[in-house]
Each structure stands twice: as C-alpha cells, then as structure tokens.
C-alpha cells in the first residue's frame, strides 16, 4: 500500500525567497512520484514526475524536486517564489503494476507568497 | 493544450436525489478515472476504467456510485440517492497510452453539493 504525508497543511514566504514544500511518501514497489498544483477554481496541474530515472527532477514554472530513497522524501523546491506561486500543491505517488493512475494523494500544502 | 472538459463545474442537489457528473477525456487517451475531494481532506481515488469496463475501484465506490462511457467522448460518474457526505469536488482525469505516459490529466472539477 502506498501513503504520503506533506509536512506543513500552510507555508507562507516571502516573494523572491526559497520554496520548501515537504513531502514523505511510503510504496511497497519502486515509486512513481508526482507534485501537482491546484490554483483557484481550476483543476489540478502536473508540475513534475519522478519516475525511476534521474532523481533531481526539474517541472514548469521553476520548480524541482529530488527523489531521495534512504529518506523516503521528495521535497519540492523554487529557489525563488513569485506571486503567481500562490496555490495548493499535492504529492501524489502511483500504485504502479496493473494500478498505473491509481494515485494515492498527500493532504496538500497551500503556499502564501507575500510582497 | 488538450484538456480534461466536466461538466456541471457546481451542481445542488437534494438528498436522496439522482447526480450525474460528465466528464470529456482528451481525444486519444484510453485510461479514465474519477476522484473526489471532499473539503478540507485529501484528494482521493474513486475508480479507473480502461477498455469500457471498471479496472479497479475503492471501497468508496459502492453500489451507489456508477460509471459509463456512453459514446466515444464522453465519460460520466453517477450518484445514486445522494447522501450529504457525498457533497465533495469530483475530478475527472484521462491517461494515454504512449511512452511517458504515465501522467493523469486532469478536469477542473465539479463541485457537488448536497442538501
């Protein structure tokens, strides 16, 4: 069975400062990992993906994140925040096998960017 | 860029009433799936559907829910006698088939509210 936790319901920065959006997962088979952003009133939207090649992984709008097994982590990052970041972000892991779009999602991290 | 189409995006209902959702896949994708979000929990998996059949579905999806593709384009999940907790946002999503497809597109959702 697959789990994932996102440390933080709330985080608030500063525009032009880091980005730091946690991310813990549990599968019992190689993960596929997933960030999506929910901006208002819209659907969700694939930031980026890990699936089983490089572990630093880059998305739109800047974002990256890095697959790190030993820690069962994948953070989501952007060296600097804009206004425009301002949405709700879901990690999100694949059952994988037979399952593939069986995503099992976090609890979801709404991001404030203030001036 | 193609995108997932629902439709109603917000619908009331009462309790006890008859709901169906519909959902326009993007053209060439052949995997289908609905989730829910019931507010202020997680985004969670309802059912998959693949070659005009149920491929794997939650304990959530019970006799009162059900799913149809009734023409080529269309793809709707329907609401038996709806109850109060069944009042959540429901996403329609697709995946193809093609290599890196392993990415769900999502629809903006629709609101579904219970009275």
């Known amino acids: 069975a697959q789990s994932v936790t996102q440390l933080g319901s709330h985080v608030s920065v500063s525009e032009g400062a880091l980005v730091l959006l946690r991310c813990n997962y549990s599968?019992?088979?190689?993960?596929?990992l997933f960030w999506y952003v929910q901006y208002p009133n819209q659907g969700l939207q694939l930031l980026l993906k890990?699936?089983?090649?490089?572990?630093l992984v880059k998305g739109i709008n800047g974002f990256e994140a890095e697959f790190k097994k030993s820690e069962t982590s994948f953070h989501l990052t952007k060296p600097s925040a804009h206004m425009r970041d301002a949405a709700e972000y879901f990690c999100?892991?694949?059952?994988?096998?037979?399952?593939?779009?069986?995503?099992?999602f976090g609890q979801g991290t709404i991001l404030t960017v203030h001036p | 860029e193609p995108e997932v189409t629902q439709t109603p995006s917000h619908q009331v209902t009462q309790m006890g009433q008859e709901v169906i959702l519909r959902c326009v896949p993007i053209?060439?994708?052949?995997?289908f799936y609905w989730y829910r979000q019931i507010l202020g929990q997680k985004v969670e998996f309802l059912v998959s559907?693949?070659?005009?059949?149920?491929?794997?579905k939650s304990e959530i999806f019970d006799d009162q829910f059900s799913v149809e593709r009734p023409d080529g384009s269309n793809f709707t999940l329907k609401i038996r006698s709806t109850k109060l907790e069944d009042s959540a946002m429901y996403f329609c999503?697709?995946?193809?088939?093609?290599?890196?497809?392993?990415?769900?597109?999502f629809g903006a959702g629709s609101r579904l509210t219970v009275l």
């Open positions: 999100a892991v694949d059952a994988g096998g037979t399952s593939y779009g069986k995503l099992t």
């Open positions: 559907f693949y070659n005009n059949e149920i491929s794997e």
């Open positions: 890990y699936t089983s090649a490089a572990t």
């Open positions: 053209s060439n994708h052949l995997y």
């Open positions: 599968s019992s088979v190689p993960p596929y």
């Open positions: 999503a697709s995946k193809g088939t093609s290599s890196g497809a392993n990415v769900l597109t």
